[in-house]
């Protein structure tokens, strides 16, 4: 079973940085693809990032590239999201999850997620 309880999150100016954290409780973390979606009032939620479950591989939205980075810790059962130079679009709750086949952007793909961690980005 996984459950992901997610930290982090809340205000900056600016071009300043947060990092969210999201940790699960069980024993299988290392076989879960890993993933951070995030989701503004009034729009769908948006894939931002994922994560193989080596950490081997990683994925970004255009959006994030160069700003954002996503990690794991397996040995922790932890995967990080390290947002830099944010942006007051980045504004959004953000949500960690996992799923058990290959990275997608779908989030109807993914079938755990953490509970959601508000990031709000001030102009």
């Known amino acids: 079973q996984v459950q992901l309880v997610q930290s982090g999150g809340g205000w900056v100016q600016a071009g300043g940085s947060l990092r969210l954290s999201c940790a699960d409780s069980?024993?299988?973390?290392?076989?879960?693809?890993m993933a951070w979606f995030r989701q503004a009032p009034g729009k769908d939620r948006e894939f931002v990032a994922g994560?193989?479950?080596?950490?081997?591989?990683?994925y970004y939205t255009g959006s994030v590239k160069g700003r954002f980075t996503i990690s794991r810790d397996n040995a922790k059962n932890t995967v990080y999201l390290q947002m830099n130079s944010l942006k007051p679009e980045d504004t959004a709750v953000y949500y960690c999850?996992?799923?058990?086949?290959?990275?997608?952007?779908?989030?109807?793909?993914?079938?755990?997620w953490g509970q959601g961690t508000q990031v709000t980005v001030s102009s």
């Open positions: 999850a996992a799923r058990t086949g290959g990275v997608s952007d779908n989030a109807d793909r993914y079938a755990y």
């Open positions: 994560i193989t479950r080596s950490g081997g591989s990683t």
């Open positions: 069980g024993r299988t973390f290392s076989t879960y693809l």
